[in-house]
Nanobody, 114 residues
């Protein structure tokens, strides 16, 4: 059974930075892609970015492009989300996602004050 645990969330002022971590555990962990999503209260879950596990290729939507960076440490089974130039609209619970098998973490709260 694969488990994902996010950490690194917290309170930050607009323009600040945070680095989120997603640590995977379990005997079977061979994802093709890992991704980050976020969800604000009353809104649908939003795609933040993804990374190919083997190649490291990344993709981001326009809402975060140029501000967020995804990286991974294959040996540690860990994915990171570096968030710079944070805006109040980035406030949400951030979730880590893996495929093969499809797995979600519990989420970590990010709050950006103005």
């Amino acid at each position: 059974q694969v488990r994902l645990v996010e950490s690194g969330g917290g309170l930050v002022q607009a323009g600040g930075s945070l680095r989120l971590s997603c640590a995977a555990s379990g005997r079977t962990f061979r994802p093709y892609v890992m991704a980050w999503f976020r969800q604000a209260p009353g809104k649908e879950r939003e795609f933040v970015g993804r990374i190919a596990w083997s190649s490291g290729y990344t993709y981001y939507p326009d809402s975060v492009k140029g501000r967020f960076t995804i990286s991974r440490d294959n040996a540690k089974n860990t994915v990171y989300l570096q968030m710079n130039s944070l805006k109040p609209e980035d406030t949400a619970v951030y979730y880590c996602n893996a495929d093969n098998p499809e797995t979600w973490g519990q989420g970590t709260q990010v709050t950006v004050s103005s």
